[in-house]
Structure formats: C-alpha cells, structure tokens
C-alpha cells in the first residue's frame, strides 16, 4: 500500500515556457503533499507544503509565483514552473502524507526529471 | 540549529562485504528516525523508522541502531550486493512546531564486483 505517482518522469522544455508535474496518491488520501527539488549529489530540499484545498506553504527563498502549487483533491497535487529556466533544470520529488493509520508517515513519488534547455 | 549530519560521504565496498553509514544529529525534541534507500534517479524508499525508545530495528541485511542520548544512529548493511548502490539518507523528524521532515545531506554508497 501507499504508493505516490509522478508524471511525467522526464522532461525537457524550452526556456520560457511553463510545465507542469503532477503527484498523486494512489491508494489514500493524502491530505499534505510536500514538494522536494534535489541538485545532483544533494540531499531533498523542501520547497513547499501543501494541504488539501488551501494555499500552500512556502520554504524561504522559494518563489511561489515561479513555482505553482494546487492540492485541489485528496490524491492529486500539482506543481507549476512557470517560465522555466536552466537553472530550475533538477530533479523533482513530491511526497503524500495523509490516512488516520499513519499521520506522520510520508511517502515518496519516483520523481520527475526537469531539464530546461 | 535542526540539522542531520551523514558520514561518511561516500563509500566504495566491495560486493559481500560489510559497512557502517553514520547519522548525526542535533534534532530537538526529537520524534523519530528514518533511514531511506535512494537509487539513483527514483524516489527514496524508506528502509527502517525507530522511536525515541527503540534502540535497533532490523529490515532483511539492514540494521539500523539508535542512540538517543547521544543523538545518533547507523546503519548497517550485511553482505552487500552490486543492488546497495544507492544514496542512504537519515531523516529525522521533530515533535513540535510544524510536523517536517530534517533531512541528511546522504551517503553516495558505490558497491563494486
């Protein structure tokens, strides 16, 4: 049980443009997503915490308006990069949270590699 | 300061072999201990998680131990396989405040035929 899915696994844009990833919980309700960015050889960076059908929260020296987050049901989050550059180019990890069983437990998507070019 | 502190940084063993990874941390007040298995390119996996009164926690060749009063932990892994390649990162969380995750900053851990 508990599975998290990512979409997609890779994917390459131009700079410039906007992508989206998507996270979802395939056997619970996730009712916090965590979005992680992770440089190579680095450890997960949170960038943000979002509760279902409210705003999430951002990490300091995260820009909310460049990285958009929408938890708009129990098993689907959302992150936006909007006008992408290389340097947002890394490798992105959404977590789910969620289910009376296990409150505190968090598990972790595949991921999703950004390349901008 | 919340910090989790992971050494060695990276490691090369060769396959059948034994080895330690270390956690260090100086989380407060402390709620619990992850240890994950990250290969590479995927999401981390959680390999065992122990409580403030749990002092080892075995999962298949992974023995993780945890001393509380001194604030660390390790973890060992038995007759490694080329399939232990992989970054290991402590994760500890905090009772209070916001309920978050502190993570290591990882062991890269490279096993060789």
């Known amino acids: 049980g508990a599975v998290v899915s990512q979409h997609p696994s890779r994917v390459i844009c131009k700079s410039g443009t906007s992508v989206k990833i998507e996270c979802r919980s395939l056997?619970?309700?996730?009712?916090?997503m965590f979005w992680y960015r992770q440089f190579p050889k680095q450890s997960l960076m949170l960038m943000a915490t979002?509760?279902?059908?409210?705003?999430?929260?951002?990490e300091q020296g995260v820009e909310k308006d460049k990285f958009l987050i929408n938890h708009a049901s129990l098993t689907l989050s959302t992150l936006t990069v909007t006008s992408a550059h290389p340097e947002d180019s890394s490798f992105y990890i959404c977590?789910?949270?969620?289910?009376?069983?296990?409150?505190?437990?968090?598990?972790f998507g595949p991921g999703t590699r950004l390349t901008v070019t | 300061k919340n910090q989790v502190e992971q050494s060695p940084q990276s490691l090369i063993i060769l396959e059948g072999k034994n080895c330690t990874l270390q956690?260090?941390?100086?989380?407060?007040?402390?709620?619990?201990l992850r240890w994950y298995k990250q290969d590479t390119g995927r999401g981390p996996v959680s390999l065992t998680i122990?409580?403030?009164?749990?002092n080892t926690k075995s999962n298949g060749r992974y023995t993780a131990t945890l001393d509380a009063d001194t604030k660390q932990s390790s973890l060992h892994i038995t007759a490694s396989q080329l399939s232990d390649s992989a970054s290991y990162i402590c994760?500890?969380?905090?009772?209070?405040?916001?309920?978050?995750?502190?993570f290591g900053t990882g062991t890269r851990l490279k096993v060789l035929a």
């Open positions: 977590s789910a949270r969620g289910g009376l069983a296990l409150p505190y437990e968090q598990y």
């Open positions: 956690c260090n941390y100086t989380v407060s007040p402390f709620s619990n």
């Open positions: 122990m409580t403030f009164s749990e």
């Open positions: 056997d619970f309700q996730a009712t916090t």
């Open positions: 994760v500890v969380s905090r009772t209070s405040g916001t309920y978050k995750y502190i």
């Open positions: 979002s509760n279902e059908g409210s705003k999430a929260t951002y």
